[in-house]
């Protein structure tokens, strides 16, 4: 062994084990035995620093095909909740239950899908209309409380499943990107009808549907008012925190990955479904409401969406609201804020 080498290696563990230099000093034998041993445990630290980052690479390509086939299909496929997930918790299940006068309604829109609605008429004299956006994995049957009230206060209310919804048809839902359209098309149908006394139009929207709501209003200007409540600010943002919540791994080109793959599958654009950018746009009355507890969407998403919003603007943030119960947490006053900025926004014909 050369000498230098094994004094630079005697010197090193004179410095890094102080303890043992006497017996290093009187024991050259050990300096010839470490001079085997640590290049040994250099060459073993090597190879599990190479395994590790093995095991980490065979990780992400396994969770990436994952991904890539599963993620897609749970952005762009939520689950359909049908009547039978609502009946267990409640007996009001059509408008019918709550002696609502109304119509039972199948539309196309451009491309052929099938949305099943209903149509609640005030009369008459109805004072405007209200066309009701349900959230993500929701039906129209949520909407029905939120009908009667407006219906009690002269409103007619047009409420349906959203594309990939309930009882509507459709294979993909692109959270906005082709359901402003929609609701597009369902304005063409109420303005079809001459028996309609239909006044101003009013959108309300709840989660995905607030979303929808002010990109609609964005574009469509018969659009006289929006409510939305727990919306996002955009999909890219909205579909980040999803990720995470359920993977726990924070990694943006996961998100990028699943998002370009649903992109090409639904063919739309997921940087264009973007509230807090279509709300600049937005040249009409808005109020805009969140859970300050929600667990899904944070209220952040709403406030941002907020500052960004022209005037006239409202923002009622609910202490303590979640995602699924800012009904009930808002109470009475939930209802009475709605109807009352309705009330002033959509004023009926003189």
Known sequence: MNDGYAERLRHTFLLTVPQMGSKIRKCPTIVHVYCIVLPLYVYSSMAE??????????????LSAVLF???????????????????RTTSILHPSDLAL???ELELKTAEGISLSCWLIPAGA????????????SESKIVGLSMAQRLHAAGFNVFLYDSRCHGESGGSVCTYGFYEKLDVSTIMNYLE?????TLGR???????????????????????????????????????DEYQKRMTKIPWHYLRNLVIKRSEQIAHFKASLVSPV???KQVHVPLFLMHGTADNKIPSSATELVFRNANEPKE????????????????????FTRIVGFFERTLPPAS
């Open 49 to 62: 620093i190479l395994i590790v980052l093995l095991f980490i690479v065979l990780f992400m390509v396994f």
């Open 69 to 87: 086939i599963i993620g897609p299909a749970m952005l762009l496929q939520p689950h359909r909740r049908t009547v039978e997930y609502y009946r």
């Open 101 to 103: 006068p109304n119509e």
């Open 125 to 136: 004299r109805a004072r405007g209309t209200v066309i009701f956006l349900h959230g993500v």
């Open 192 to 196: 079809s009808r001459p028996d309609l």
């Open 201 to 239: 139009i009013g959108l309300m929207g709840s989660s995905m549907g607030a979303a929808v709501a002010i990109q609609v209003a964005a574009l469509d200007s018969r659009v006289a008012a929006v409510v939305a409540e727990s919306g996002f600010a955009s999909l890219r943002k909205v579909y």
């Open 277 to 279: 950018e279509a709300v």
């Open 315 to 334: 923002l009622w943030l609910i202490p303590g609201a979640r995602h699924n119960d800012v009904v009930e947490k808002g109470g009475e006053e939930y």
